[in-house]
């Protein structure tokens, strides 16, 4: 049987969220948009994952987004960047202006390209960092804006090899803003006790192999033995770290992943439990029914 699981798509299925003149791209493996006017960020509105890496400069204006179930806000001057495994969910509001901002979204095999030390960085980089949602300084804003403006000249020119320029000025784009993450790495390790930061590195690789795994996988020890650590160790930093135990991170993710498809699928509530591997549809129910209040029944058509 096929497993269904939270919706993931393409940087071409993600390019299409904006008109063919926002867009500039390579391909399907990368593209740089620019939006000044409400989006249509339905494939967003939902949790999912994108098959790449994606940056968010917002110019102007603000929104919010949840990554791996945690919110963050987003402000004028503020860059994202989101890594391919992450679980990810936009919130916009319409009754306020539409944010402007800049998206770059790259393929991982666009990247390993160029060097692989570069997704080596971000993934390392991101997986350390408290927050990947971070305030540009003056100085960076500008480079960042001189970059954009490059990428759009060199694209509307007539120059030979504008696919080889553009290639390599996406890759200068992510090494940049690597270093801006890096940076705020440095500051941060500075003020962070070194078991503290040690915590962190296991406690964000307990929630990538969550987001990867919690669709037949429940058990605490299962993850411990991935980490090469005790269950009762693991239990205590990820307490420590995030202030919730490991049980209930991974009854979040279950949810989410049952509430995703729920919603946004037409499967039965069988297949549902089948796909998140309960023993059987009972025994489902009341796992959701304990979590959310509803039936599985009463959430879907909520």
């Known amino acids: 049987m096929k497993t269904i699981s939270t919706n993931s798509f393409s940087i071409k299925r993600a390019k299409e969220l904006f008109l063919p003149e926002e867009v500039i791209n390579i391909g399907d493996d990368f593209f740089m948009a620019q939006r000044t006017n409400q989006a249509n960020y339905d494939l967003l509105r939902y949790p999912c994952r994108i098959d790449g890496y994606v940056a968010i400069y917002c110019r102007t204006g603000h929104f919010k987004v949840s990554i791996n179930l945690k919110d963050y806000e987003i402000c004028d001057g503020m860059l994202l960047v989101n890594l391919p495994q992450n679980i990810i969910q936009l919130e916009t509001s319409s009754q306020e202006a539409a944010p402007e901002v800049v998206i770059f979204a ?12 570069l ?42 090899y504008t696919d080889e320029c ?11 803003f ?16 070194p078991v503290s930061t040690r915590h962190k590195i296991v406690f964000k690789n307990f929630i990538a192999l ?21 269950p009762k160790y693991l239990s205590k930093i990820v307490k420590d770290t995030s202030g919730q135990s490991a049980p209930q991170w991974i009854d979040q993710y279950v949810i989410l992943e049952a509430k995703q498809m ?38 879907r058509n909520s």
């Open 178 to 193: 690597g270093s801006f993450l890096n940076k705020r790495l440095e500051r941060q390790q500075q003020e962070d006790q």
């Open 210 to 230: 969550v987001a990867k795994h919690h669709n037949k996988e429940r058990g605490v020890g299962f993850y411990a033995d991935k980490l090469c650590i005790t």
């Open 119 to 160: 997704t080596k960085m971000l993934n390392e980089t991101l997986l350390i960092l408290d927050n990947p949602c971070i305030l540009l300084q003056h100085d960076e804003i500008g480079i960042v804006q001189q970059h954009v403006q490059i990428v759009n000249a060199v694209i509307r020119s007539d120059f030979a």
């Open 106 to 117: 790259v393929s991982e095999q666009f990247l390993s390209q160029f060097r692989n030390d």
């Open 166 to 176: 553009i290639s390599h000025l996406i890759s200068s784009v992510f090494f940049l």
């Open 262 to 299: 729920l919603k946004h699928s037409t499967i039965c509530i069988k297949e549902i439990s089948d796909n998140l591997n309960f023993p059987d549809p009972s025994f489902f129910f009341k796992y959701f029914k304990k979590h959310t209040g509803m039936t599985p029944s009463q959430y």
